[in-house]
């Protein structure tokens, strides 16, 4: 069943620290905690600020979340997923911020809406930030 509203789904990875390797070094993880969860994109412009200096552009998109019950915190990871026709499909975006709807939780119409933002650098870098 498809929300109204609804144009993407996406995974949300919880990063988890393993056992450090043989050399004492932070081995990072991650959990995939909520797969195949529905929402709608909005992305934002950036602060014209951050486009004066040249130095960085912070991308960051609104996310509205279906259901608004999920366990999403800040620094989760989100991975696009669907459609693959999308502009940020297999990309990662890092939480940074979370707010609940006003919504009671066993209301359906309850959603949460997430801020997330991936660094885009200024100069060619072909790393998946």
Known sequence: MTIA?????????????GNDDEVGGAVIT???VY????????????SQLLL????????????TVVP?????RERDMIYFSEP?????????????????????????RNYMILTVTRSKNAHANTLNQ
Do not use: K
Request: charged share 20%; glycine share 8%; hydrophobic share 30%.
């Open 84 to 108: 693959h026709d999308y502009i940020y499909y297999h990309q990662y975006f890092r939480v940074v911020g979370s707010r609940p709807s006003s919504f009671m939780p066993r209301d359906p």
């Open 52 to 63: 004066q200096q040249g130095l960085e552009t912070p991308l960051i998109i609104t996310l």
């Open 30 to 32: 991650g959990t995939c």
């Open 35 to 46: 797969p195949d969860v529905m929402g709608r994109a909005q992305v934002e412009e950036p």
């Open 5 to 17: 509203g609804t144009n993407l789904r996406f995974d949300v990875w919880r990063v988890n620290y």
């Open 68 to 72: 608004g019950t999920l366990d999403i």
